[in-house]
């Protein structure tokens, strides 16, 4: 069993930064691309950031600038710092992993339950 594990969301002012942590656990050979997405109330769920076993990223156009991705290999770790946050930043925030748990298996795509994140104005 593998889960993804968030953490690092809150309430904080315009303005303001947050950092989200997620944590792969469990029985993992390998993990490749990892990413976070976010779904506000009443929209669709999207792409904030991704990241490539490598390091190679890619953001939404609109997040660019403002939050960055990084991981840790060797702890199956992704992180998000969030920058200058807004109020339409609200959102829950979910993180995924492309994970492979064994040499036979293909990689399997991995959802954590999300962290909430609450921007006031």
């Known amino acids: 069993q593998v889960q993804l594990v968030e953490s690092g969301g809150g309430l904080v002012q315009a303005g303001g930064s947050l950092r989200l942590s997620c944590a792969a656990r469990?029985?993992?050979?390998?993990?490749?691309?990892m990413g976070w997405y976010r779904q506000a109330p009443g929209k669709q769920r999207e792409l904030v950031a991704a990241?490539?076993?490598?390091?190679?990223?890619k953001y939404a156009d609109s997040l660019k600038g403002r939050f960055t991705i990084s991981r840790d290999n060797d702890k199956n770790t992704v992180l998000l710092q969030m920058n200058s946050l807004k109020p339409e930043d609200t959102a829950v925030y979910y993180c995924n992993a492309d994970i492979k748990r064994d040499y036979s298996g293909r990689y399997i795509t991995h959802w954590g339950r999300g962290t909430q994140v609450t921007v006031s104005s």
């Open positions: 990241i490539a076993s490598g390091g190679v990223t």
């Open positions: 469990g029985i993992i050979l390998s993990i490749n691309d």
